[in-house]
């Protein structure tokens, strides 16, 4: 499934009055989302991200622009907006708060059984979703609201999943979680997309999660695309992400600070991994 924005612009404010008054939350956005992509979107807060996956599966409409899925605008009179958001699914920050069912099967069950999917077919599309989360089965009859952060966490991820959507947008999926929580949905996702070949476009805040688990990183920076590019690429630009109120990973600072102290490491290491094999290799030689 392939998403396609073309000079994506989205304008809020007075409810159409006079234009001098009204704000571009979006401006002139193009990015190509491709079949099995894992990007990271990030940027300070009011850079145009949480409008940005609004527009993915049709929450919100582009003031001007189009969006194409698989070569059809999805803003044709004829394109079924339903359909779209089936394939597409969208994950909120802190969605425990949108669990509401007596049990967390028949809250799994909640989004296919609007599908039209019912019986043993519903009850069978949830649990696969609870197995695909790894969410011990014997929670599966217990109040939501029992778990854990991070139960809860793959409970409405497991939601999603049931509806079986192509693209799963996260929207700091982290937030609020312990460090071995954090660890854990993060395993998830990538489990996600790498098992299943969900395309996955994950919000954070956080540097060290991005340069861990995507493939691509998205910065936004007053409703424009600043960058597109892998990791590594991006955070080449540490001076011009500050002056974005961004930055890079913990690890590329400590990097740089040790290869000015003379020790002769690669300050492009942005994984801690990285960063450990380099200081290894550097000491091996002295």
Same mark, same amino acid.
């Given at each position: 499934?392939?998403?396609?924005?073309?000079?994506?612009?989205?304008?809020?404010?007075?409810?159409?009055?006079?234009?001098?008054?009204?704000?571009?939350?979006?401006?002139?956005?193009?990015?190509?989302?491709?079949?099995?992509?894992?990007? !990271? $979107?990030?940027?300070?807060?009011?850079?145009?991200?949480?409008? %940005? @996956?609004?527009? *993915?599966?049709?929450?919100? =409409?582009? /003031?001007?622009?189009?969006?194409?899925?698989?070569?059809?605008?999805?803003?044709?009179?004829?394109?079924?907006?339903?359909?779209?958001?089936?394939?597409?699914?969208?994950?909120?920050?802190?969605?425990?708060?949108?669990?509401?069912?007596?049990?967390?099967?028949?809250?799994?069950?909640?989004?296919?059984?609007?599908?039209?999917?019912?019986?043993?077919?519903?009850?069978?599309?949830?649990?696969?979703?609870?197995?695909?989360?790894?969410?011990?089965?014997?929670?599966?009859?217990?109040?939501?609201?029992?778990?854990?952060?991070?139960?809860?966490?793959?409970?409405?991820?497991?939601?999603?999943?049931?509806?079986?959507?192509?693209?799963?947008?996260?929207?700091?999926?982290?937030? !609020? $979680?312990?460090?071995?929580?954090?660890?854990?949905?993060?395993? %998830? @996702?990538?489990? *996600?997309?790498?098992?299943? =070949?969900? /395309?996955?476009?994950?919000?954070?805040?956080?540097?060290?999660?991005?340069?861990?688990?995507?493939?691509?990183?998205?910065?936004?920076?007053?409703?424009?695309?600043?960058?597109?590019?892998?990791?590594?690429?991006?955070?080449?630009?540490?001076?011009?992400?500050?002056?974005?109120?961004?930055?890079?990973?913990?690890?590329?600072?400590?990097?740089?600070?040790?290869?000015?102290?003379?020790?002769?490491?690669?300050?492009?290491?942005?994984?801690?991994?990285?960063?450990?094999?380099?200081?290894?290799?550097?000491?091996?030689?002295?």
């Amino acid at each position: 499934m392939k998403i396609v924005l073309k000079n994506v612009t989205y304008e809020y404010g007075n409810n159409g009055g006079d234009s001098g008054n009204r704000k571009k939350a979006l401006d002139n956005v193009n990015i190509t989302v491709n079949e099995g992509d894992f990007i !990271g $979107l990030i940027g300070r807060t009011g850079s145009g991200k949480s409008t %940005l @996956i609004q527009h *993915l599966n049709g929450l919100l =409409k582009a /003031t001007s622009g189009r969006i194409e899925v698989d070569g059809k605008n999805i803003y044709d009179e004829d394109y079924k907006l339903v359909e779209l958001r089936k394939k597409v699914g969208l994950v909120f920050q802190y969605p425990e708060y949108q669990l509401f069912e007596e049990t967390v099967l028949k809250d799994v069950e909640f989004g296919p059984k609007n599908l039209g999917i019912e019986g043993d077919e519903l009850e069978k599309t949830a649990k696969e979703a609870l197995e695909a989360t790894g969410l011990d089965e014997k929670f599966y009859s217990a109040s939501p609201f029992e778990l854990s952060g991070g139960q809860k966490r793959r409970v409405a991820i497991a939601g999603i999943l049931a509806m079986r959507p192509k693209v799963m947008i996260l929207d700091e999926p982290t937030a !609020g $979680l312990d460090p071995g929580g954090r660890n854990e949905i993060l395993g %998830l @996702i990538k489990k *996600l997309h790498d098992e299943q =070949k969900i /395309t996955i476009i994950l919000v954070s805040h956080s540097m060290e999660d991005v340069a861990e688990y995507v493939s691509r990183l998205i910065v936004m920076e007053d409703g424009r695309v600043k960058y597109d590019s892998t990791p590594r690429e991006v955070f080449k630009n540490i001076k011009e992400l500050e002056k974005s109120g961004l930055a890079a990973p913990e690890v590329s600072y400590i990097m740089s600070e040790l290869k000015q102290a003379g020790l002769e490491v690669k300050a492009e290491a942005i994984t801690i991994e990285e960063a450990k094999n380099e200081i290894l290799s550097a000491l091996r030689k002295k």
